[in-house]
């Protein structure tokens, strides 16, 4: 028998599904502008993340009317708590989106020397991250949200390792100072996002398990 809050429920997942996709496509788009230095492709990064805060705002709206009206307990109100989080989460990794793109359009004034290859190993991971967390709300895999909390260090590292290069390239080619500056910013912005990522995956365990994996490595010790 199909309960009330179910198409409620179904509803707001595939509106957060929706987000998690533009997200997808918009962390791509901004990347893409930067590696190609392509000035028209990252402008068109702010007008994309509109989309995403429109829906951000709907989902707020039907959050609060499945809350008010349908006054949800346990499971229920753990997967609305969820979705409304991994919103927030989506909304914010759109402004890291533009981010990147305002860097890709500094490097589309810039020269042509290379990016550093491990700046894309970073995109790389940072985006398959993201996607997984995603594929673990859309499956309902606790498992693999797991796995995407086991994966973030690895960013953590390359976002370093990208620093570091960075900064022996000021010392030996001053000239590229500002690509250079630009790749830390596009980094740390990358880290954030797989940051959100794992925010992403703690609430699939949340959502799942009925435990609250926040701060647990921290918390622990």
Do not use: W, Y
């Not at 993340?49 to 346990?74: G, H, N, T, Y």
């Not at 409304?84 to 810039?110: C, F, H, W, Y």
């Amino acid at each position: 028998m199909t309960r009330i809050l179910d198409p409620v429920l179904e509803e707001l997942r595939m509106q957060v599904l929706r987000m998690g996709s533009l997200a997808e496509a918009i962390v791509a788009k901004a990347l893409r502008s930067a590696f190609e230095r392509d000035a028209a492709l990252a402008k068109a990064v702010a007008a994309d993340d509109l989309e995403i805060d429109r829906l951000d705002v709907e989902i707020d709206s039907a959050v609060l009317k499945a809350l008010a009206l349908q006054a949800p307990v346990a499971d229920d109100l753990r997967n609305v708590f969820a979705i409304k989080m991994i919103a927030t989460d989506l909304e914010r990794v759109g402004d890291l989106a533009r981010n990147i793109a305002k860097s890709a359009l500094r490097l589309a004034e810039q020269g042509e020397a290379d990016l550093p290859p491990k700046l894309r190993e970073l995109s790389d991971h940072a985006t398959r991250l993201l996607r997984r967390a995603l594929d673990a709300f859309s499956d309902r895999d606790a498992d693999l949200a797991h796995q995407v909390l086991r994966d973030d260090d690895e960013i953590d590292e390359q976002q370093d390792r990208v620093v570091e290069q960075a900064i022996q390239d000021i010392i030996s080619r001053p000239e590229l100072i500002s690509q250079e500056l630009d790749c830390i910013l596009i980094a740390k912005n990358l880290e954030r996002v797989a940051d959100h990522a794992t925010n992403i995956a703690e609430d699939v365990i949340l959502a799942l398990e009925a435990r609250n994996v926040k701060h647990a490595s921290k918390l622990a010790s």
